[in-house]
């Protein structure tokens, strides 16, 4: 990422609190240097997309998803484009039943409402029944989060890297995923095997999630949805919001609306 803005992380020592929640706005190329901390920390972004860069993988959260980065782990905050985000941050004693391992978790309707509304209304010492009773509900609701190991995530396997950065640079390129296979000297078989065992999910699901982030920061800089659809590799529209709606919960027209604070 060129010219890249560091941001110093907010807490490094201690929290204001055995459970605490904050929310900030990331200009386009901002990233949090590689650091770890002994807290657990929920990452959800209100617009933009965030991403999380860890010692062997990249997290990636889109609308409806979020990023789980358990007590300990070294990481690395990085957005392309510019994000509000916000960060529930858990001691390692409020950490039980989440998931052991960095992950993305899919966010339901409940839980996206009361990052809303802690967004809107930002907490202060000491805090109040009110919101320790908040934060409760929000810690029980991402517990029991459907899990996903990353919704885009990546691989170094040679072949894969090639065939991905193609994908990724050419997000309109509709070209046959049987012939990309063919010109990289392999079968769609093999190749989504190869897939399935790296990524979790077979090569076109793969194609449809990096579509979906393309699209994302596309809607956001106001593209409008039919020429957003032409953009990453759709001839219709109606295609492109069945696909988009599909992967992340949302029409886009709900992610054009998510606007950042600045």
């Known amino acids: 990422m ?3 803005k560091l941001i110093a992380p907010p ?20 990233t949090y240097p590689v650091h770890s901390h002994p807290w657990g920390e929920f990452v959800y972004s209100f617009s933009g997309v965030m991403e999380v860069r860890l010692e062997t993988d990249h997290l990636t959260a889109p609308a409806h998803y979020g990023i789980w980065l358990p007590p300990g782990v070294v990481h690395e905050g990085l957005n392309r484009y510019s994000a509000t985000h916000c960060s529930l941050y858990l001691m390692p004693e409020l950490c039980q039943g989440m998931p052991e391992a960095p992950c993305a978790l899919e966010v339901n309707s409940l839980t996206i409402a009361i990052l809303e509304h802690l967004r809107m209304h930002p907490l202060a010492l000491p805090l109040s029944q009110q919101n320790h009773r908040l ?3 929000l810690r029980d609701q ?8 990353n919704f885009l995530p990546y ?5 894969l890297t090639v065939i991905l950065e193609r994908l990724e640079k050419n997000p309109a390129d509709n070209i ?3 012939k990309l296979a063919s010109l990289s000297g392999t079968t769609i078989r093999t190749l989504n095997r190869k897939c399935q065992e790296a990524l979790g999910m077979p090569l076109n699901e793969w194609r449809q999630r990096m579509r979906v982030v393309k699209a994302i920061h596309l809607l956001e800089k106001g593209g409008k949805v039919e020429n957003v659809a032409f953009e990453v590799g759709y001839s219709s529209a109606s295609s492109f919001i069945a696909m988009f709606q599909r992967q ?7 992610a054009s609306s998510a606007q950042p604070l600045f």
């Open 2 to 4: 060129r010219n890249k």
């Open 135 to 137: 934060l409760d509900v």
């Open 248 to 254: 992340t919960g949302i029409t886009p027209g709900q």
């Open 11 to 30: 807490f490094t020592r201690e929290l204001p609190g055995p459970a605490w929640f904050r929310v900030a706005d990331m200009p386009a190329g901002a």
């Open 142 to 149: 991402l517990r029991t989060a459907t899990r996903y190991k």
């Open 155 to 159: 691989s170094d396997d040679p072949l």
């Open 176 to 178: 046959p995923l049987a």
